[in-house]
């Protein structure tokens, strides 16, 4: 592993500004009818024509080590936060897709960059493939509430390469994963089914989990998932029918971080012990900060519902030709084993590469000669590739 020599560099702070078509206007990141997206340029003191970009649905990546770590190695990185980047609550993909196009475009056009690189890390390398597998071959013509989106009719800069750094394949198939399948009725979410209770002690099945107990639960949360989703549609075309189509409809779902995995490491193994990336599980599973805890039937259409959302990294990698890295954190307690593999055996084409980091965690927690390992790893590969200049 080549290490990375430390060295200076500068943080700058700026906007991209995208004009807002929609009928139905986002009220998440707007001034009129402009999206303002806050971004970060992160750069080593040298000149380069290839820009690394950064985003995740929801979070403002210009502060998570690895990309300062490789603006330290002397790369360009452009960290963007998204128009939700203060909550997920009402979020499209749909619309983050465009953000990312606008943060792309304003790359080559505004700030010269010959190349882009997108590096998703975490919940930002579904939101990576999808743009890229749309950037080359489009499939979305509406939202997945059925409402107009721009992208019908926005032409996204392809990028030349794509690196998913510890990441899911998307946010409905990894919530899917950690639904609590013993919440059988939304409407009474204190009242569970104790048999398919991970937490409840009276449940017979203990650690680890036989097969047969699994296969209950994984259809248990698939079916809970199709029922949220009925009412989410439900609701969305009782507003329309009653001419309030403009108009949402918000609601709490309950009991999403309880995934086997989290209490039993046997299942889909790694290096990882019990609990999850967000602490004590039982505790999360019902908190404030669980994930997809607050949604509106339009988001959770969008992001989080199993038959409906359009943006996840193994349908958008068969439709990518641009050299990929997939990197996996042995130790990962956040983003299953199974879902990098499975992007990387998605992407059709052979200039592909899996690499492993062995015993980092998600966020490389105590383990800076972990991150200094994955640093390495990406950048001898954009080195590898010729992207770095």
Avoid at 43 to 69: C, N, W
Avoid at 162 to 169: N, S, T
Avoid at 320 to 329: H, K
Wanted: glycine residues 8%.
């Amino acid at each position: 592993m080549a290490t990375l020599a430390p060295t200076k560099y500068s943080r700058t702070p700026y906007l991209v500004v995208q004009r807002d078509t929609a009928t139905r206007k986002d009220v998440y990141g707007s001034i009129g009818d402009d999206v303002v997206l806050h971004a970060q340029l992160l750069r080593g003191e040298g000149d380069s024509k290839t820009a690394v970009v950064a985003m995740h649905p929801i979070g403002s990546p210009g502060y998570l080590p690895m990309f300062s770590g490789l603006a330290r190695a002397g790369f360009h990185v452009i960290a963007s936060d998204t128009r939700y980047s203060n909550g997920d609550a009402a979020l499209l993909m749909e619309n983050v897709l465009l953000d990312l196009g606008a943060v792309v475009k304003d790359a080559k056009e505004r700030l010269g960059y010959e190349r882009v690189l997108l590096a998703g890390w975490s919940g930002g390398g579904s939101l990576m493939m999808g743009y890229q597998g749309e950037a080359e071959q489009p499939r979305i013509t509406r939202t997945a509430g059925g409402d107009y989106t721009a992208l019908a009719e926005t032409e996204l800069t392809p990028a030349d390469g794509v690196m998913i750094l510890a990441a899911h394949r998307s946010r409905h198939y990894l919530l899917t994963d950690f639904l609590d399948a013993s919440i059988t009725d939304e409407a009474k979410p204190d009242l569970r089914d104790p048999e398919l209770n991970l937490y409840d002690p009276a449940n017979p099945d203990q650690p680890p989990y036989s097969a047969d107990f699994l296969t209950a639960y994984r259809a248990a949360q698939v079916a809970r998932n199709r029922r949220i989703t009925a009412y989410a549609k439900e609701r969305l075309a009782e507003l329309r029918d009653s001419g309030h189509e403009n108009q949402e409809h918000c609601f709490v779902v309950y009991g999403t971080m309880a995934d086997p995995r989290w209490v039993d490491p046997t299942v889909d193994p790694n290096d990882r012990g019990p609990g999850s990336y967000l602490g004590d599980p039982r505790l999360v599973n019902d908190g404030p900060s669980g994930l997809g805890r607050f949604t509106t039937t339009r988001s959770w259409l969008s992001q989080w519902s199993l038959d409906d959302a359009q943006v996840d990294a193994v349908e958008a990698a068969k439709r990518i030709s641009v050299p990929v890295l997939i990197l996996e954190n042995s130790a990962d307690d956040a983003c299953p084993p199974e879902h990098p593999r499975s992007i990387y055996a998605a992407v059709p084409h052979d200039d592909k590469e899996f690499t492993v980091v062995e015993g980092a965690n998600h966020y490389y927690s105590g383990q800076r000669e972990h991150l200094d390992t994955a640093l390495g790893n990406v950048a001898r590969w954009i080195r590898e590739h010729q992207f770095a200049d």
